[in-house]
């Protein structure tokens, strides 16, 4: 029903190609098999083979047209590897989405320099690896896209996300960066800002977070953030916060930043008086 919605907008996907990492499940599996239900060929990149593989048959099964290229894109000589099977397989790229992504919680006085770095790797490193590796195809064809899937933690730090925050900051800074190296009619460069979603990450033992007490069931589906990343390539829109306003408050915490540490104190205080009364009932 969603697809059959958003058909009459996305007009122009019918063979182009998309490639997707982070897309043998949440967020990077939903927008794979949208795009390939909107007509697109879609490449999907991530680490595990047999994960892309049923992705892949769910694309075909649904009538898309998927390839499997396995890669750990914080690999630089990886990421160009699954760009050039891509390359060789249908002769062009028209879409990047950098979806892939790792959260490891903690606080700033417990950081790392080997957590900072897993989470740099993925996060920041992978989509310049695999930007890089695309670009000189995406350019012969004007109008292509790349989708920088940061987070609306890369607008504002809170804790225990401080690493997290700090990968996606720098995301966010070197899309800004891109899109001001290429004419917007050539190359657009959009990031989908997403709060907190239901995927897999946000539920693995090694990340598993309570994000400022925030409430598993305000989880948003990884759906909503495949539709923001289909309608920020279709309309080339520069950014989009999920859920749509978001980024409101955002951009309210930076210009009042004692304003935004209230907000979050008020939000970690209904979550926790939520958690209390959801258990009082159970």
Same mark, same amino acid.
């Given at each position: ?7 009459? $907008? ?21 927008? !794979? ?40 894109? &914080?690999?630089?000589?990886? !990421?160009?590897?699954?760009?050039? /099977? ?9 879409? $990047?989405?950098?979806?892939? *992504?790792?959260?490891? %919680? ?7 320099? !080997? ?23 995406? @350019?012969?064809?004007? &109008? *292509? ?7 609306? #933690? ?11 925050? !700090? /990968? ?9 960066? @891109? ?34 007490? =925030? ?28 859920? %749509? &306003?978001?980024? @409101? ?10 304003? *935004?540490?209230? @907000?979050?104190? =008020?939000?970690? #205080?209904? &979550? ?11």
């Amino acid at each position: 029903m969603l697809v059959d919605a958003l058909r009459p $907008l996305m007009g122009g996907l019918d063979g182009k190609v998309v490639i997707v990492t982070g897309a043998s499940s949440g967020i990077g599996r939903e927008t !794979a098999l949208l795009f390939a239900k909107l007509g697109a060929r879609v490449a999907l990149v991530a680490r595990r083979r047999q994960l892309l593989e049923a992705v892949a048959e769910e694309v075909r099964a649904a009538g898309g047209r998927a390839l499997v290229a396995p890669a750990d894109v &914080g690999d630089a000589r990886a !990421a160009r590897a699954a760009v050039a /099977s891509v390359r060789r397989a249908w002769r062009r790229i028209d879409v $990047l989405v950098n979806n892939a *992504g790792v959260l490891k %919680p903690g606080s700033v006085a417990d950081l790392t320099e !080997a957590v900072l770095d897993a989470m740099l790797r993925v996060n920041l490193y992978g989509p310049l690896f695999m930007t890089q590796a695309a670009l000189p195809t995406l @350019l012969r064809h004007p &109008g *292509g896209s790349i989708v920088n899937v940061a987070s609306l #933690a890369g607008r504002r730090g809170l804790t225990p996300l401080g690493g997290y925050c !700090a /990968s996606k900051f720098a995301l966010v800074g070197l899309s800004e960066a @891109l899109r001001t190296e290429h004419d917007a009619a050539v190359l657009h460069v959009g990031l989908v800002l997403p709060g907190v979603v239901e995927t897999p990450m946000v539920h693995d033992a090694e990340s598993a977070v309570d994000i400022a007490d =925030w409430p598993a069931e305000l989880n948003m589906p990884a759906e909503w953030v495949a539709v923001a990343i289909a309608l920020a390539v279709r309309f080339r829109l520069r950014e989009v916060a999920v859920p %749509p &306003g978001a980024a @409101l408050l955002e951009e309210l915490g930076a210009l009042v930043p004692g304003v *935004g540490d209230a @907000l979050i104190g =008020w939000v970690s #205080a209904a &979550g926790r008086l939520f958690r209390r009364a959801r258990g009082g009932h159970s």
